[in-house]
C-alpha cells in the first residue's frame, strides 16, 4: 500500500494553562487558560483612576470585583513594566487604549513624547501650519459625540449580522427556538459541561504538510461551537447553511458536530438515567391515576441517512428508490416526561419486539410495574409485566366520534403521551436525512437528542 492512500489520525489538544482569568473589554475573546503571554490585569483602586478604565472600554455600568481583568493587549507597551523574576506590572495611571474599534491604535490625546506641546511663540514659521490652529471646543465636543455614537451603531450592528450565542442572548424565545428553554437555563447546563468542554480532544485528518489542520485552531469559542452544535439538533441543517451562518467552512462544521456528538454521548452516557418504581410514583402526573403502575412510556424513532450509491443493493434496510438507509431505536420515557431509556440503533427493517428483546430494557422492568406502549406495539408475550395498549401515538388528524366520548381523563393522558414523544421529535434531525459525512456519529447524535430532553425542558 502506497504512502499516499494511508490516513495518519492525529490527536490535538488545547493547552490549558490552569487559569480562568477572562478579558472584560467587549469584542475581545482573550482568556489566560490557553494564553501564557498575555498578562491580565486587575482595576486600579483609584476610584477616578477605575472610572477612566470604565470609559475607555465602554462598559461604565460594569460591576468590578477581584476577577474582573483587561489584557495586556489593550496597554501600550510603554504602559507595561516587564520582570524575569516576577509577573508583569502596569506602570501607575496607566489606562488601556487600544482596542477593536480603534484598530489598536493610540489616540492622538494619549500618544508618546511632547508632539502636542504648544510651540514656543517666537518661533518664527515659514509656511503656514493649518493643523496647529485650534478647533472651537464645542464643535470638538459635537464631533467626539456623533464618532461615539456612530462606534455603538456599528457594534451594535456588527453583533446583530453574527449568528451566534450572542446576538440571542437576550431573547429567551429565540434561545428556545434554537437550543434550551431559557437562556440561563442553557448557561446552567454549560456551567456543567465546561471544565471538560475545555479539554476535548479533537480526532482530524493530518494535511500531508506541516500546516495545522484548521479544526485545531481556536477560531471559535468552546461555548458557540456548543450553539452550533444545538442549532445542527434543533433545526437539521445542512453544511453548507451552517457554515454561512457562524462564517466558517464546511469542513468545520462538520469536525465540530462530529466531535461535539461524541462528547456529549460520552458525558450524558455516564449518567444514570433508569429511575427506579418509587421514583416515577412520587413524580407520576395525575392523568396517569387510572395508570398508576406505569413505569415507562415506549415508542420505537426512527432516523434517517445518506448512504453511498455502491451499498443501495447490498443492505436490506436501504430504500430502493432512495439513496439513504434507515435506522430504528426505542425509547423510553417516564409519564412525567424524563427520558430512562435510551437504546442502540437497529437497522429499519428490524420489527420493534425484536428491538425491544435486544436493547437490554426487559432486565430492567419489574413484574409489579406496568409499560405503555402504541396499539401497534404487540409485546404482551415477551414481557415480564402488565402491557397497556392504546393508540397513543398514531396522532391521527381527527379522533373517531367513539373515542371523543371516552372519558375526559383517557383523553388528557393521550395528550399528555403524544407530547411526550414529541419533545424529542421536536429535534429536525428525525425529520430530515442526515449526512453521509455524520454517518459514523448517527448513534450519537441519536442518543444525545433523546437525553438531552432531561436538561432542555424541566418535566411537562
Given at each position: 500500500m502506497s504512502s499516499k492512500s494511508v490516513k495518519v489520525i492525529k490527536l490535538q489538544r488545547r493547552e490549558d494553562s490552569g487559569c480562568c482569568h477572562h478579558c472584560c473589554v467587549p469584542m475581545c475573546t482573550a482568556?489566560?487558560?490557553?494564553?501564557?503571554?498575555?498578562?491580565?490585569?486587575?482595576?486600579?483602586?483609584?476610584?477616578?483612576?477605575?472610572?477612566?478604565?470604565?470609559?475607555?472600554?465602554?462598559?461604565?455600568?460594569l460591576t468590578i470585583n477581584k476577577q474582573t481583568r483587561v489584557c495586556s493587549r489593550h496597554f501600550k507597551s510603554t504602559d507595561l513594566i516587564e520582570s524575569p523574576t516576577s509577573a508583569r506590572q502596569l506602570k501607575n495611571g496607566a489606562v488601556p487604549v487600544l482596542f477593536q474599534w480603534n484598530n489598536f491604535t493610540p489616540p492622538v490625546s494619549q500618544a508618546d513624547g511632547d508632539q502636542n506641546d504648544d510651540p514656543p511663540m517666537d518661533v518664527e514659521h515659514n509656511d503656514h501650519n493649518y493643523c496647529s490652529t485650534a478647533e472651537p471646543t464645542a464643535l470638538t465636543d459635537r464631533l467626539c459625540a456623533q464618532i461615539e455614537r456612530l462606534r455603538g451603531q456599528i457594534e451594535k450592528r456588527v453583533v446583530g449580522n453574527k449568528f451566534g450565542l450572542e446576538r440571542f442572548s437576550a431573547s429567551d424565545d429565540d434561545i428556545r427556538f434554537y437550543t434550551f428553554a431559557t437562556y440561563a437555563h442553557l448557561m446552567a447546563f454549560w456551567r456543567q459541561i465546561e471544565p471538560a468542554a475545555n479539554k476535548i480532544v479533537w480526532l482530524t485528518r493530518a494535511a500531508k504538510t506541516a500546516v495545522p489542520h484548521p479544526g485545531s485552531a481556536t477560531s471559535m469559542q468552546p461555548i458557540d461551537e456548543f450553539f452550533l452544535f444545538m442549532t445542527y439538533l434543533s433545526m437539521g441543517l445542512m453544511q453548507n447553511d451552517l457554515a454561512h451562518r457562524f462564517g466558517i467552512h464546511p469542513s468545520r462544521v462538520s469536525s465540530i458536530i462530529t466531535t461535539w456528538a461524541d462528547f456529549l454521548y460520552t458525558v450524558l452516557g455516564a449518567v444514570g438515567i433508569w429511575m427506579s418504581e418509587e421514583a416515577v410514583k412520587a413524580q407520576l402526573p395525575d392523568v396517569f391515576k387510572n395508570c398508576s403502575d406505569t413505569q415507562v412510556v415506549l415508542n420505537c424513532i426512527e432516523l434517517r441517512c445518506l448512504t453511498s450509491d455502491s451499498l443501495l443493493h447490498q443492505n436490506g434496510d436501504l430504500c430502493v428508490y432512495k439513496s439513504y438507509s434507515t435506522f430504528k431505536g426505542l425509547i423510553g420515557m417516564a409519564p412525567h416526561g424524563a427520558t430512562t431509556f435510551v437504546s442502540a440503533l437497529y437497522t429499519g427493517s428490524m420489527s420493534d419486539k425484536e428491538i425491544l428483546k435486544q436493547s437490554g430494557i426487559l432486565s430492567l422492568i419489574s413484574p409489579t410495574t406496568a409499560i405503555m406502549v402504541d396499539k401497534g406495539f404487540l409485546f404482551e408475550d415477551c414481557v415480564p409485566c402488565k402491557v397497556y395498549t392504546h393508540a397513543f401515538l398514531s396522532n391521527?388528524?381527527?379522533?373517531?366520534?367513539?373515542?371523543v366520548r371516552e372519558a375526559p381523563s383517557l383523553v388528557r393522558l393521550r395528550v399528555h403521551v403524544e407530547q411526550?414523544?414529541?419533545?424529542?421529535?421536536?429535534?429536525?434531525?428525525?425529520?430530515?436525512?442526515?449526512p453521509m459525512s455524520f454517518s459514523g456519529s448517527i448513534n450519537q447524535l441519536y442518543t444525545v437528542a433523546c437525553i438531552l430532553v432531561n436538561y432542555q425542558n424541566g418535566p411537562l
Open positions: 482568556s489566560a487558560r490557553f494564553n501564557s503571554v498575555m498578562s491580565f490585569h486587575v482595576f486600579p483602586k483609584d476610584k477616578e483612576l477605575q472610572k477612566r478604565w470604565l470609559a475607555n472600554i465602554r462598559r461604565n455600568n391521527p388528524a381527527q379522533l373517531p366520534v367513539p373515542e411526550l414523544i414529541q419533545r424529542v421529535k421536536d429535534h429536525k434531525i428525525f425529520s430530515t436525512v442526515i
